[in-house]
């Protein structure tokens, strides 16, 4: 399963940990919309999967960063996120 961790305002977050509801509700959409894009990619050389790290000063401003064991792996991912 693809790695795809929460980085708000500095700080890891947990979506399942989160006190507010539409935090968690969002963080979790996220989570899955990302999942669901990616399916179970793997690099087709190393046989790694990518993470996906969603980072922003607040939950409505997150961007996507993704590392991965190559760089062929990386870009394939970011492909597929746009």
Not at 35 to 42: D, S
Not at 67 to 81: E, M, P, S
């Amino acid at each position: 399963m693809i790695e795809v961790t929460f980085e708000i305002n500095g700080r890891k977050v947990n979506p399942n940990r989160l006190g507010d509801a539409l935090e968690k509700a969002i963080l979790q959409g996220i989570q899955e919309s990302v999942r669901k894009k990616l399916g179970a990619i793997r690099c087709p050389e190393h046989g790694q999967a990518p993470k996906v790290i969603c980072k922003g000063r607040s939950v409505d401003k997150l961007s996507f960063e993704v590392t991965g064991c190559c760089q062929n792996l990386i870009d394939t991912v970011v492909a597929k996120l746009k």
